[in-house]
């Protein structure tokens, strides 16, 4: 159901090779769907030359290096085959050491002197019959080989655009900051000493938002809660007396508003119905005091 072209099966295929690699096999192993062939360093290139003339593996897609630091020979040399006529991959491995180089297959494929460079530049491989093995993939005058495990993240130099120089200039790293040293322990069950930068931290305050409850903060210990005194009876009002309400007024209440004989409501006076005349009023004069000159 996959969407991409579907490889030929693995059935038959190490019993057909087997035999044809004679003393130079080393291991032969299918694991996760891919055959793998282990052979003698010395004999690569016999081992290549019969997979692509008889069992047509034309085509030599990439060659990449694996460092294993804890091995005598600590560098594996790894050449992907592709046959294009059975849409069939298998993979060819060697080991080596820093010293002891490897026959180059630029012979079989020309292709491969690229390939070859990199694993180089990566890993520091040698390869004995390239004509060109130069850096490929970092700057002239690097130091150490990246891809090593012993080599360190932050590198040795670093380049930067010099303003007074006006070109790039290659310095001693200079970090701004200690990377971590991580050990790998659980996050859940903590380290045993102070990470960089943790000693500023400081306790919770007290107070601060917690989904604990008051009795599980008191039984842990970080804040002392006080018993709560009993509430007293509740307060109840029998008259209104009571909740200082008082007595209304008399003419506040709707019986009591005063009335005529005919029973409607009394007039208000005479002077609160007078419009007012909108004249204005006479100013106030003062009397200017005289003074001893008359």
Do not use: C
Not at 63 to 84: C, T
Not at 111 to 117: L, Q
Not at 206 to 222: F, S, Y
Not at 246 to 275: F, L, T, Y
């Amino acid at each position: 159901m996959s969407p991409a072209p579907r490889q030929a099966s693995n059935e038959g295929v190490i019993a057909a090779i087997v035999p044809a690699l004679g003393d130079a096999l080393i291991e032969a192993v299918e694991r996760v769907y891919e055959v793998t062939f282990t052979v003698e360093r010395a004999a690569i290139v016999d081992v290549l030359r019969t997979l692509r003339d008889q069992f047509d593996y034309q085509q030599l897609m990439d060659i990449a290096g694996v460092d294993y630091p804890a091995r005598s020979e600590r560098f594996e040399v790894v050449y992907h085959l592709l046959s294009l006529t059975k849409n069939h991959r298998i993979r060819v491995k060697i080991s080596t050491d820093e010293d002891t180089p490897v026959p180059s297959v630029t012979g079989l494929w020309p292709v491969a002197g690229w390939p070859e460079r990199e694993v180089y530049d990566m890993y520091g491989v040698l390869f004995d019959g390239n004509q060109d093995l130069r850096r490929i993939l970092t700057d002239y005058g690097f130091k150490g080989h990246p891809q090593r495990k012993d080599f360190p993240l932050t590198g040795y130099v670093q380049m930067r655009y010099s303003e007074e120089q006006k070109r790039v200039i290659y310095e001693p790293v200079t970090l701004d900051q200690d990377f971590r040293g991580f050990d790998f322990t659980s996050p859940w069950e903590g380290a045993d000493y102070v990470l960089p930068g943790d000693e500023k931290a400081s306790p919770e305050a007290k107070g601060a938002p917690t989904p604990l409850t008051a009795d599980q903060i008191a039984k842990a210990g970080t804040v002392t809660v006080t018993a709560k005194p009993p509430l007293e009876q509740a307060k109840t009002t029998e008259t209104p007396g009571q909740t200082g309400a008082g007595q209304a007024h008399p003419g506040n209440q709707p019986g009591e508003k005063p009335v005529q004989a005919d029973g409607k409501p009394a007039e208000p006076p005479a002077e609160a119905n007078k419009p007012e005349t909108g004249e204005p009023k006479p100013a106030r004069t003062t009397k200017k005091k005289e003074g001893k000159n008359g």
